[in-house]
């Protein structure tokens, strides 16, 4: 068989099932528009985007997108670019810009959570959505139409392989998200129907993570945001040009969903398309740490509000009641890297002992080894109960003095059920964005995004390097 006889058949196999899971998918991203979006799922993806910027800010003074930063001039050879890689305003494609820029937003660990599908969207579709709509020019309504296809495609995909999915070893930011970057860059790109499955099928090849990090709290963790981003843009491009992908990459006996899970709900990817908005099942995260250590902080901070005396030399013991997954996850009292400590249980509620409600991201190595934080993280405890909400907890805290205090918390502040305003979510932008010494511009950045109807991508990427300059 020659190529073009090779390139002819896998053409045909591909219009072979013409009203599959994917191609309802991608006809999906490829018809909608900012018309058929209701009102309150646009603010909350304003929202969600703001906080995403916020965190893409404050992760600039941070080591990983600085790393990221260093690497991708090395790819670059020094020649400029269409698109900002905010760290140091250097020019570059939308596609290392993605990378980087993803790595950066992600670093910071208090982005958006996703609970069903258990990922971070924004470090994989913002960090996408920001460099190639400043690239294209792209009107503010086209931004927000594509940040939504985007929260739709990875969030579905999670609702029908999470747990298992997860629980075979996979990231679901590093996976979901270099589908729900594809479905955003291609909604930005206008491709059709038929190119979006393309760029899907692409997707399918490239989509990775592993959750290997926690063993030893390695950086791999932050790269998937930035490698997912990248591979959205680069699936979407490739598509745009000519290069095909499975049509069925999502239900096929080979697909991505029958790889990554042994167990799995196909028709959660298409139930409601249009109907039901993933960004508006898309949570806020209010304090430092990851998906599971954050109803533990919440609990904690509420407790350490209403005691009489709530320093750490005066706390006996910290008892978290959870699921057995929680401490499977997220039971490290001797965490050695900072991403070991976010990922620690014990170390995010010694964190809130210490310094209350940690909103930002500048937790840096003397808090890793902060005396009195190790301390406390020693008197923290598990209680294992499979009886528990996976994300929930109740912790218990004994006071020194024979007293004792305890909160249960499923649904933490900034949960969609407890969601953050407009005035709350930029309240916690500018606590993000303060350090930057930059309130004015910040505030700009904060004025366009609500009004981003009014403006587009390059305008918005101009003010948010501006913050930095």
């Known amino acids: 068989m020659n190529a073009s ?26 018809a909608t528009r900012h018309a058929d979006l209701p009102a309150a799922t646009v603010l909350t993806t304003k929202r969600l985007l703001l906080d995403g910027i916020g965190c893409l800010l404050a992760g600039t003074r941070g080591a990983p997108g600085a790393i990221a930063a260093r690497a991708t001039d090395h790819l670059l050879g020094g ?25 950066t937003l992600y670093s ?3 982005n958006d959570i996703h609970k069903a599908s258990g990922s971070h969207p924004g470090g994989a579709i913002i960090s996408a959505l920001l460099g190639t709509s400043e690239w294209l020019g792209t009107p503010g309504a086209d931004m927000l139409t594509a940040m939504v296809a985007g929260y739709d495609v990875m969030g579905r995909l999670g609702r029908a392989t999470i747990p298992s999915h997860r629980e075979r070893g996979f990231h679901p930011t590093g996976t979901f998200g270099t589908f729900g970057s594809t479905a955003a860059i291609a909604r930005l790109l206008n491709l059709d129907q038929d190119r979006t499955s393309d760029a899907f099928g692409i ?51 080979r697909g991505f969903v029958r790889a990554t899970s042994d167990e799995y709900r196909m028709e959660e990817i298409s139930a409601a398309l249009g109907q039901r908005f993933e960004v508006d099942d898309t949570s806020f995260r209010p304090y430092y740490g990851c998906t599971l250590t954050i109803t533990g902080s919440g609990s904690t901070a509420a ?19 959870c699921h057995p997954i929680v401490v499977e996850e997220v039971g490290n009292n001797a965490p050695q890297t900072l991403l070991a400590a976010r990922l620690s249980m ?33 008197r923290v ?34 949960d969609p059920g407890n969601p953050l305003s407009w005035d709350e979510t930029r309240h916690k932008f500018e606590k993000l964005v303060a350090p930057l010494g930059a309130a004015a511009r910040a505030a700009h950045v904060a004025d366009l995004v609500l009004d981003l109807e009014q403006t587009n991508g ?3 990427a101009a003010a948010i390097n501006a913050v930095l300059r």
Not at 303 to 321: C, Y
């Open 346 to 378: 014990e170390f995010n509620l010694a964190l809130v002992v210490m310094r209350g409600d940690v909103l930002v991201g500048d937790v840096d190595d003397s808090d890793l080894w902060n005396p009195t934080l190790r301390s406390l993280m020693g």
């Open 79 to 103: 020649t400029a670019g269409h698109s900002t890689i905010f760290y140091n305003g250097k020019r570059s494609s939308a596609r290392d810009a993605a990378f980087v820029n993803g790595i």
């Open 5 to 30: 006889t090779l390139n002819t058949a896998t053409l045909n196999t591909a219009t072979l099932n013409p009203t599959g899971i994917t191609r309802q998918v991608a006809g999906y991203v490829a």
């Open 203 to 253: 997707a399918g090849s490239q989509a990775a993570g592993l959750k290997a990090y926690v063993a030893d709290g390695s950086l791999t963790m932050i790269f998937h945001a930035g490698r997912a981003a990248q591979n959205g843009v680069e699936a979407a491009l490739l598509a745009q040009a000519g290069f095909s992908g499975p049509h069925s990459v999502f239900e096929d006996e």
């Open 303 to 321: 407790i350490l509000k209403r005691a009489p005396n709530p320093q750490p030399e005066n706390i006996e013991s910290i008892t978290v009641r």
């Open 458 to 460: 390059t305008v918005l």
């Open 108 to 110: 910071v660990g208090v």
């Open 381 to 414: 405890k598990f209680d294992t109960d499979t009886s528990m909400p996976r994300y929930g907890t109740v912790v218990t805290i004994r006071f020194k003095d024979g007293s004792s205090d305890s909160v249960g918390m499923d649904s933490p502040k900034g």
